[in-house]
């Protein structure tokens, strides 16, 4: 009945598993407000709860990045779920026309991409499903699942958008996969991209939704990591327990943080008063520049 | 004419280094200092240890649980666990062995430079074998991914508290007789195997039940073990206590002694159940624009 959806508006109220379009998740459908891993990951340094309620109060600021439609176009051929893609058949987005057919596209709800990025990204699709292991993670399942959970120790509402919600297996483990592209996916980059983007955070997060519904005996979370370059190789990785730990405390942090902000209504900014600061230890060595 | 040492003494050593004024207080505990090393050499040689009460001492205290379960220490080194006799059971030993001292001494703490510099000594008065270990302790704690400078003085503290407690048991251990120390080692470990002399199935309950306080389910025990809970022994919960006490002390975490197992390919490639229904979330009425 799509003449009521118009009128009505999704509003979520009780914890469970959902199966909401992307932007109803990213609009923070839950009654009252709810934190995802990304907006966690706001309320931490190096950012601060103040630029957390800009975002959240000014989601028109939004950017859209080239790499961004790229990621959503390789999410939506690999795991079937998403903003369909409108394939422009033009070499770059320089020209006024190009420009005018993305913003018609995104205008539609679709994912523009130019025809030499949807090549690539369908041969990423075809190199991922014939990789074995990541095929079975993004099978019998369901694409695009929104957890809502309530964090048992601070009472915050969070959220999650599960890539691919998967069954338990006999010894009653859930495997939550989560798809990423990235430039390389040799273990050693993937571990600093894992850091510098909180992908720690995140793995704790999902899982943490999961157990809280209860969902499986044991869950455990992987990277399904695809490079955007030929031949797009495929690379599957779990975080250890130490990153998970971490990600465990800086999550209850962020939690925490935001349920006082919540509280008081007030947003702290990077600092509140004149801080002393050193310099990063690269930076004192004596053989070291000023630049 | 006899030859004055002392004078000879003089022309050829150097000073010792004293300090320009002496309290009253400072010159009593001098005094008291000599007469008291003194004394433990005089007592210890009229008085000489009993070997055999010393024996049975040792075994008298060994067969004592709370004892037994502390004569241990387990912590983890380069992702191996290390364990070893702890240096409770040192202090221990040394006082059933008599005739003993030992200490630990911060010889100067140099914040600038971020160490300690300390001494541990064990000194068996009798026999006058002396052990001590002058060393340097520097002001971090070893992470992972590196060692972190402290700061804080408690942390400071503690960290040299603990790096003497480590030398001073190697002291102690090292002037008493190794069969001394084999012997009590092996009734420590004994006794906590036979533990508080319960039914293994009652132990087991309390074990299984302490664990779950510290987040760590039956299965990982049974994993750790190799053997279901209804095949444990007392060996198993004597080692179970161990690891227990070491996480309670922070020596160890949880995931160090019970490593969540890999996932392997096969685990990503296994059958799975239909996954989680999906509810349908409630719906409201959108505000209509320009009604209000």
């Known amino acids: 009945m799509t003449a009521v959806d118009t009128t009505t508006e999704v509003v979520i109220t009780e914890p469970g598993v959902y199966d909401i379009p992307a932007d109803v998740y990213h609009a923070d459908p839950v009654a009252g407000g709810s934190l995802s891993s990304s907006e966690a990951r706001m309320m931490l340094p190096p950012s601060c709860p103040r630029l957390y309620r800009w975002a959240k109060d000014h989601p028109e600021h939004a950017q859209t990045k080239k790499a961004w439609d790229f990621g959503s176009a390789a999410h939506r051929l690999v795991l079937g779920a998403g903003d369909p893609i409108r394939r422009v058949e033009l070499p770059n987005w320089k020209t006024k026309k190009a420009q005018e057919q993305r913003d018609e596209a995104r205008a539609a709800g679709e994912i523009p991409l130019l025809a030499h990025d949807h090549d690539v990204v369908l041969a990423m699709a075809e ?11 993004f099978s019998g399942g369901r694409p695009e699942q929104t957890l809502v959970w309530r964090d048992q120790r601070t009472g915050v509402m969070c959220r999650a958008l599960v890539d691919w919600l998967r069954g338990v297996d006999t010894h009653g483990r859930l495997i939550i996969p989560d798809y990423k592209t990235a430039v390389s996916g040799a ?19 999902y899982t943490d939704g999961a157990e809280e519904l209860d969902l499986a005996e044991a869950v455990r979370f992987v990277f399904v990591v695809q490079e955007k370059s030929a031949p797009y190789l495929v690379s599957v990785y779990e975080l250890d327990a130490e ?6 405390e800086l999550n209850t942090w962020a939690r925490q943080r935001y349920a006082s902000c919540m509280e008081t209504g007030e947003w702290p900014g990077h600092v509140e008063r004149i801080e002393q600061i050193e310099l990063p230890v690269w930076a004192t060595r004596e053989d070291a520049g000023w630049q | 004419m006899a030859v004055n040492n002392s004078t000879q003494l003089d022309t050829h050593a150097p000073a010792v280094a004293m300090p320009a004024r002496v309290g009253q207080g400072t010159a009593v505990e001098q005094s008291r200092a000599v007469a008291e090393v003194q004394a433990a050499v005089v007592v210890a040689q009229q008085v000489p240890r009993s070997v055999t009460t010393a024996r049975t001492a040792m ?21 191996a666990p290390v364990a070893g006799a702890s240096v409770h059971l040192a202090r221990e030993l ?19 430079a971020g160490e300690s510099e300390m001494q541990a000594w064990a000194w068996d008065v009798q026999t006058n074998t002396r052990a001590s270990n002058t060393f340097v302790v520097p002001h971090k704690r070893d992470k992972t991914g590196g060692p972190v400078a402290l700061t804080d003085m408690r942390d400071i503290y503690e960290n ?18 190794p069969w001394f120390t084999e012997e009590a080692k092996e009734l420590c470990a004994a006794r906590v195997e036979k533990g508080d002399g319960r039914p293994v199935v009652d132990r087991a309950d309390d074990a299984v039940a302490a664990f779950e306080k510290l ?39 949880v995931d160090d002694e019970f490593p969540r197992p890999r996932l392997s390919d096969g685990d990503a490639l ?19 624009e320009g009604r209000e």
Request: aromatic residues 8%; contains cysteine; glycine residues 6%.
């Open chain 1, 127 to 137: 190199a991922l499903r014939s990789h074995p292991v990541a095929n079975a993670l």
């Open chain 1, 243 to 248: 990153a998970m730990r971490k990600g465990r």
């Open chain 2, 94 to 112: 040394a006082r059933c062995w008599g005739n003993v001292q030992y200490g630990i001494a911060e010889l100067r703490r140099d914040d600038l």
């Open chain 2, 215 to 253: 987040g760590v389910a039956q299965d990982r025990l049974e994993q750790k073990l190799g053997r279901v809970r209804a095949r444990w022994s007392q060996y198993d919960l004597a080692q179970l206590m161990t690891v227990h006490r070491s996480i309670s002390r922070g020596e160890v975490t």
């Open chain 1, 187 to 205: 273990r050693s980059k993937w571990a600093k991209a894992a850091a510098d983007y909180g992908y720690h955070l995140q793995a704790d997060h």
């Open chain 2, 270 to 288: 296994a059958e799975t159940a239909a996954p989680a229904e999906a509810q349908a979330p409630a719906r409201r009425r959108a505000p209509v």
């Open chain 2, 59 to 79: 075994r008298e205290s060994c067969d004592v649980l709370p004892m037994a379960e502390r004569a241990f220490f387990r912590y983890k080194r380069g992702g």
């Open chain 2, 160 to 177: 040299n508290a603990n790096m003497g407690a480590r030398r001073l048991r190697e002291a102690i251990f090292s002037i008493l007789p």
